[in-house]
């Protein structure tokens, strides 16, 4: 059984770009949620992915955005990127959307914004 | 709001000590999840335990166990006979309804950085 892949494992932009990171969910897994983790704090939600809709959102702006696929991947894309963007991008999957379902995580994009 | 808060920034402990690490929640829900996930140097979130608001017994697994006590809103963990592969930063989070969304997003505390020394 395949768990959480991300890519790129690395990626250092500059501000204003754009970047698009990937992941993906462990099979038989249709949900996939998104975590900033800045240096030395807990990961913070960003959003989440059921069945190719967004179903949940956390406090960030909308030039913060996503996409699932019908293979139950995903996409995060960050626009006009500053520089408090630096951070470890972590994805999640989990068999289902609710409260109760454990999301497992992949290894992260490490984002750096110069 | 929902909020977790691991006071304990940093530990440090010889091999063969036990040691415990604290997580205090708050939520108004009354069913909600309780999770520890381990982060090792290589930055991937491990799962080790969930545990629901309705079961407070205590579990063990191995040199692992954790505490749920729901009259202190704590979940604490405790490793005993440390060992040097244990060195890692340790996260305590809650998932609940907050405002009547069912969808699970993780609310993560701090985390505590634990370093075993040889």
């Known amino acids: 059984e395949t768990g959480v892949t991300q890519s790129p494992t690395h990626l250092i932009k500059t501000r204003g770009q754009q970047v698009t990171l990937r992941c993906s969910s462990q099979s038989g897994h249709n949900t996939v949620s998104w975590y900033q983790q800045a240096l030395g704090q807990g990961p913070q939600f960003i959003f989440q992915y059921y069945r190719e809709e967004e179903n949940g959102r956390g406090n960030f702006p909308p030039r913060f955005s996503g996409l699932q696929f019908p293979n139950y991947s995903s996409e995060l894309n960050v626009n006009a990127l500053e520089l408090d963007d630096s951070a470890l991008y972590l994805c999640a999957s989990s068999l289902g959307q609710g409260t109760a379902d454990t999301q497992y995580f992949g290894p992260g994009t490490r984002l750096t914004v110069l | 709001a929902q909020k977790v808060t691991q006071a304990q920034t940093e530990i440090s402990v010889v091999e063969k000590e036990d040691v415990t690490l604290d997580c205090v929640y708050e939520?108004?829900?009354?069913?909600?999840?309780l999770f520890w996930y381990k982060q090792p140097p290589s930055g991937e979130l491990v799962f080790l335990i969930r545990r629901n608001s309705f079961d407070e017994q205590n579990e063990i697994s191995g040199r692992y166990s954790w505490n749920f006590q729901k009259s202190t809103s704590s979940f604490n963990f405790t490793i005993t006979a440390s060992q040097v592969v244990d060195s890692a930063v340790y996260f305590c989070a809650l998932s609940a309804n907050a405002g009547g969304t069912s969808y699970g997003k993780l609310t993560f505390g701090q985390g505590t950085i634990l370093t075993v020394h040889p």
């Open positions: 939520t108004r829900d009354t069913t909600y999840y």
